[in-house]
């Protein structure tokens, strides 16, 4: 049974950074497909950030160039780096796993941004963002 964990969350002030990290289990590193999801109140479940096991990346337009996903198989986590943090940034956020994964084809054609395609999730982490 795989099994996600998020930490990191908090508040911060707007332009500034914070990490979150995803301890993941029960899964083979090799064979999985990671996204960040967040969702705002009143508003749906939306892709960040996914990577897959060959460490392809892709990212929303909202978050390039400010957010970076990263995982470091030797101690199964998943990792998001926000940085230059906005007032819209504020959301819920999730570690999500796509278990035995797809094809690479599939994922990066978009399916990688879409919640229903993941069959694993975190609880969450609050991210805050003041301005």
């Known amino acids: 049974q795989v099994q996600l964990v998020e930490s990191g969350g908090g508040s911060v002030q707007a332009g500034g950074s914070l990490r979150l990290s995803c301890a993941a289990s029960?899964?083979?590193?090799?064979?999985?497909?990671m996204g960040w999801f967040r969702q705002a109140p009143g508003k749906e479940r939306e892709g960040v950030a996914g990577?897959?096991?060959?460490?392809?990346?892709v990212y929303a337009d909202s978050v390039k160039g400010r957010f970076a996903i990263s995982k470091d198989n030797a101690k199964n986590t998943l990792y998001l780096q926000m940085n230059s943090l906005k007032a819209e940034d504020t959301a819920m956020y999730y570690c999500?796993?796509?278990?035995?994964?797809?094809?690479?084809?599939?994922?990066?054609?978009?399916?990688?941004?879409?919640?229903?395609?993941?069959?694993?999730w975190g609880q969450g982490t609050q991210v805050t963002v003041s301005s």
């Open positions: 990577i897959d096991s060959v460490g392809n990346t």
């Open positions: 999500a796993a796509i278990f035995p994964s797809r094809t690479t084809l599939w994922w990066l054609g978009g399916n990688w941004m879409k919640p229903e395609n993941y069959n694993y």
């Open positions: 029960g899964y083979t590193y090799s064979n999985v497909q």
